[in-house]
């Protein structure tokens, strides 16, 4: 059974930045495509960004595009998202998220097989 933990949400001012930790235990990380997804209060939980298993290949929602980058070290079985220049309308729960096809990248919710407990964060204007 995979495992996802995330951790590094919390309350920051716009502007501000954020380094999101999600750390995966009891498989197989490097085979895995990881992403994070947010979900605010009353919406969908959509995609944010994905990465490939060698880190290379990525994608990037047009909302965070610019201002995040993700990344992953599968060394130390963890995937990164830095956010900077933060929003208010950044403010959600992020969750990490592992998907067993290889192929996929920027899919829906469903497409994903594991999923961590999710961080909030809150930006405040």
């Known amino acids: 059974q995979v495992r996802l933990v995330e951790s590094g949400g919390g309350l920051v001012q716009a502007g501000d930045s954020l380094r999101l930790s999600c750390a995966a235990s009891?498989?197989?990380?490097?085979?895995?495509?990881m992403a994070w997804f947010r979900q605010a209060p009353g919406k969908e939980r959509n995609l944010v960004v994905g990465v490939k298993w060698s880190g290379a290949t990525t994608y990037y929602a047009d909302s965070v595009k610019g201002r995040s980058t993700i990344s992953r070290d599968n060394a130390k079985n963890t995937v990164f998202l830095q956010m900077n220049s933060l929003k208010p309308e950044d403010s959600a729960v992020y969750y990490c998220?592992?998907?067993?096809?290889?192929?996929?990248?920027?899919?829906?919710?469903?497409?994903?097989?594991?999923w961590g407990q999710g961080t909030q964060v809150t930006v405040s204007s």
């Open positions: 998220a592992a998907a067993l096809d290889r192929s996929l990248l920027d899919g829906s919710s469903y497409q994903y097989n594991y």
């Open positions: 009891g498989g197989s990380f490097r085979r895995y495509v």
